[in-house]
């Protein structure tokens, strides 16, 4: 890369935090809700200086302040490969694969986020991306109504779109270019009152799904989220419901453990925004529910083995009141079924269930020879190296339904008999997604040769 151009890293965090500043202005409860994760995220951190020297290891600590993911939905193939050349440009590529029709949601997802472990340490920032499925649209007038005004609709600005040109041919942006870069990329996701269909086609596509009248009514993918990260997601839900935030009943993930995994999350309700129609002078005003709050706690990504058992295990929970309930004693029977899931590191990482990322202590730096030849975990055990756990960095699809579904409103469920389609989502967006496991793997890995470095 020449000397002049910045790195996608840096490109990706001027991004991130223009996108913070605006979603605060569309959406000041957000805001709220960055100032109470923040209190309890220092509060947590004096109390705990375990946690603290483990995050400060790790290079967490220094990323977790401007910690966020959002979330959008576009239209058409051409909207989402699109994307995946905008968000290349800030280093974020596409992860994992996510099905939500089986949730009753008419879309597949993949989340754009970075790769490496030192990406990930200066901003994370991941968003998860959704690409509506018109062909579950039963109504095949509809479908095709919402076919055309969605081939007509550009939510790239020129200026973007020839930054983009620019940096894949030169291999980079200047300072300046990012600059510029940055805010014209910023536009694709801002909010717009005013909608692109009048309000009886609004009503046609809200009768089809509430998200199809989200993606295909407006000119662009307003992000609908930007999710903090907390390091105790109870206290901050108790807190959010101290401010009088309409949280979520449930919060979404694995139970409070000891040695969190995977990624709990809760939010709330999505709020309900006056929207301008053409054609409507003097009606009545319409409104839209897009928009809303959510927080999560991460914790360690699991390998396949471990990702496998949390499957079961949050089937069983789910099912024991009903089929996918989350209704009754749900907390109790969650934490129930959990007992089952070891819930210390050593006993975690030697079972084979967790990714761990390993480093030298002192002692191990000031004695090479020992370390040369001692296996990892006999290091571990003799003080000689740390075994801290690598962060989850991606999305569960079960927890995906459930925040999809708490902001559609109740009745909203809906059964898709359609599979999966991994396939067309790839051919969608012009290329293959990355497999979350192989990127763990590969930082584990990392960190055991750099013992021997
Ligand atoms: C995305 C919902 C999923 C998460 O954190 O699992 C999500 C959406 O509503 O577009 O953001
Ligand atoms: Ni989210």
Sequence with gaps: MSASFVSPDVIRRLFAQAMSRMYRTEVPLYGTLVELVERINSQVLAQDPALAAQLLRNDERARLDEERHGAIRVGTPQELATLRRLFAVMGMYPVGYYDLSVAGVPVHSTAFRPLTAAALALNPFRVFTSLLRLELIEDEALRAQS????????????????????????????????????????????????????????????????????????????????????????????????????????????????????????SFKALEEAVHFPDNEGGDAGTHTARFGEIEQRGLALTAKGRALYDQLLTQARDAGGAGSTGGDYGQRLQ?????????????????????????????????????????????????????????????????????????????????????????????????????????????AESLAALRG
Excluded at 201 to 211: D, N, P, S
Excluded at 368 to 387: I, K, N, Q, S
Aim: glycine letters at 6%.
């Design 147 to 266: 076919a055309e005004i969605l081939a007509r609709r550009r939510i790239f600005t020129d200026d973007a779109l020839a930054l983009i040109e620019q940096a894949e041919r030169e291999g980079g942006l200047s300072q300046a270019d990012a600059e510029r870069f940055v805010k014209q990329a910023l536009e694709t996701f801002r909010w717009h009152g005013d909608a692109t269909v009048d309000l009886p086609t609004y009503h046609a596509l809200h009768k089809a799904h509430r998200l199809v009248a989200d993606v295909v009514s407006f000119r662009g993918p307003h992000i609908n989220h930007l999710t903090p990260r907390t390091l105790d997601i109870d206290a901050a839900q108790a807190a959010m419901i101290e401010h009088g935030m309409a949280a979520k009943a449930v919060i979404e993930g694995p139970p409070r453990r000891a040695c969190p995994i995977l990624l709990r999350q809760t």
């Design 336 to 444: 129930a079924v959990f007992a089952s899931f070891p819930d210390d590191h050593d006993t975690l990482r030697q079972e084979g269930l967790g990714y761990y990322r390993y480093q030298l202590t002192d002692a191990g730096r000031a004695a090479p020879e020992r370390v040369a030849d001692l296996p990892a975990e006999v290091l571990v055990a003799a003080g000689l190296a740390t075994a801290d756990p690598i962060v989850y960095e991606d999305f569960l699809p079960v927890s995906a339904a459930g925040i999809f579904q708490s902001n559609l409103g109740g009745g909203e469920q809906r059964a898709y008999t359609a599979h999966a389609n991994r396939e067309a989502f790839e051919q969608a967006l012009g290329a293959a997604v990355n497999d979350e496991f192989e990127i763990y793997e590969r930082i584990q």
